[in-house]
């Protein structure tokens, strides 16, 4: 789609800092420094999500989970995914959110580098 954010980002025409790539699926550090998994094929939400690329999201945010959980070194992962305006989506491209947490707030490492949350992810993938 011509105007997505998340189409232009999988055709490489604007740059990210990629964790997880296949043909189907791709895994970027938000803006916000969490993991996002998001298809290469523009699906608009969840009502548009078939159960095969439904499926294989979920193979990969187990994956993803664990790597993050394991590289950041937090407690616990909170999966968040928005469908419609009225549940607040604001990119109308399907995508699963990952928010590492911890119990002591003072360890929160997404305040670091993308660079350096990538690299710490991706080791343990």
């Known amino acids: 789609m011509e105007n997505c ?3 232009k980002i999988i055709e490489k025409k604007i ?8 043909d189907k699926l791709i895994v ?25 690329i439904g499926a294989l999201i979920m193979k990969k945010a187990i994956k993803i989970a664990k790597a993050t959980k394991d ?8 999966l968040a995914q928005a469908n419609g305006k009225a ?7 399907y995508h699963l959110h ?19 949350l990538v690299s710490k992810i991706k080791a343990k993938l």
């Open 28 to 52: 970027l550090l938000s803006l916000e420094n969490h993991p996002l998994i998001v298809p290469k094929s523009h699906i608009t939400d969840i009502f548009s999500l078939d159960n095969e």
């Open 71 to 78: 590289g950041l070194n937090c407690d616990g992962i909170y």
């Open 87 to 93: 549940a607040g989506q604001d990119v109308f491209h």
């Open 98 to 116: 990952l928010y590492p947490k911890w119990n002591n707030k003072e360890e929160n490492h997404l305040a670091e580098k993308k660079e350096i």
């Open 15 to 22: 740059p990210s800092y990629i964790i997880d790539e296949d």
């Open 5 to 7: 954010i998340f189409c």
